[in-house]
């Protein structure tokens, strides 16, 4: 649905407004816009995909031995395999976004002052 000329006018001005307040933040909206549509539907690389393809054709394969290894030894190695994936995934995908690294759900946050609030 089109925007009616008082609505880009609108929105035109709080543009404005936004890149006078914080250029940072507007300068990594208008790089985050130029994504291609397919990477915000499907975020994963085929690299990643791939990876993540090639784990789990090995926890396949390592399946045939799970009598010798038991249950406790399947867990192990898929643990092993899909965890490090995992971290790989969400750090790249925290570089892509132009973050140095992921806040830690704990951490809290901070404001310009230092102070830590949660």
């Known amino acids: 649905m ?3 000329p008082r609505e880009q ?6 543009a404005g407004r936004l890149s006078e307040q914080d250029p ?10 130029s994504l291609s549509a397919l990477s915000w539907r499907f975020p ?16 396949v394969g390592l399946h045939s031995f799970g009598p010798a290894l038991g249950d406790i ?10 965890v490090p994936w995992t971290v790989f995934v969400i750090l790249a995908a925290a570089r ?3 973050v140095d690294e992921p806040a830690a759900p704990w951490a809290g946050s901070a404001d310009e002052s230092g102070r830590q609030f949660r």
């Open 2 to 4: 089109p925007l009616s």
């Open 9 to 14: 006018r609108i929105l035109a001005e709080i």
């Open 24 to 33: 940072v933040l507007t300068a990594r909206l208008a790089r985050s816009s």
């Open 44 to 59: 994963l690389s085929p690299g990643h995909i791939g990876l993540l393809v090639l784990a789990l054709t090995g926890l």
């Open 73 to 82: 030894g399947l867990g192990i190695l898929t643990v092993a395999l899909i």
């Open 96 to 98: 892509r976004a132009g």
